[in-house]
């Protein structure tokens, strides 16, 4: 059975607020055109990254002061958001390099629709640097290349692309159980909305 926690400003640390709010910021900074795949690997990466924190931390924020939250003490709890962070990220990142190249091919006729698996292999490799969990960059990877060997690069960027990041924020975000169940609905859209907005963006900013 779940403890019940309190969960208050003092369990976070400052640095994950300076990343939410830094993440926020990014968000308004005016954005440059993507030209080649370079560009577009950091924009992935960066997109993927602002998503995941502003949810994440946004929902967290959202139940500070709830007295019926978190059942962790402050160092398991500490430890839990930072697993959150990086299961929800790994699924965002794989999101959006697909819905990426499969509306490049349905759009624009791309073919090398093999860079998705270069570009999201490329993006975790990196993120060692950042010490993202070795163990769960393996599970990425695999998972990544079995959505990408049954992928149906015409339609994916029109069916509900974004949906495994949304399950994955209401599955990975530590918060009691019966506060998530009646949360389930606005968590899944405040990221699915996120989305949204990237798309238009990306739409505008696609200049292959």
């Not at 390099?97 to 073919?111: A, D, G, P």
């Amino acid at each position: 059975m779940a403890l019940k926690y309190r969960f208050n400003l003092k369990d976070i640390r400052l640095q994950d607020f300076k990343v939410y709010l830094l993440a926020l910021f990014k968000g308004v900074l005016p954005k440059k055109k993507i030209r080649n795949l370079k560009d577009l690997e950091n924009y992935i990466q960066k997109k993927s990254a602002w998503v995941s924190q502003v949810t994440l931390y946004g929902y967290l924020k959202t139940r500070m002061g709830t007295k019926y939250v978190l059942h962790f003490d402050d160092e398991k709890l500490l430890g839990s958001i930072n697993t959150a962070k990086w299961n929800i990220y790994s699924v965002a990142l794989q999101d959006m390099t697909l819905y990426s190249i499969s509306y490049l091919n349905l759009t624009k006729n791309y073919q090398e629709i093999n860079q998705a698996l270069y570009i999201y292999n490329s993006i975790l490799d990196k993120e060692k640097l950042n010490d993202m969990p070795p163990d769960l960059i393996v599970k990425a990877k695999k998972e990544f290349q079995l959505r990408f060997d049954n992928l149906d690069w015409k339609k994916y960027c029109t069916d509900l692309p974004f949906n495994k990041s949304a399950l994955a924020l209401y599955e990975w975000a530590p918060i009691a159980d019966e506060l998530k169940t009646l949360d389930r609905k606005i968590v899944l859209n405040s990221m699915i909305l996120k989305w949204d907005n990237v798309r238009e963006e990306f739409k505008k900013l696609i200049n292959f």
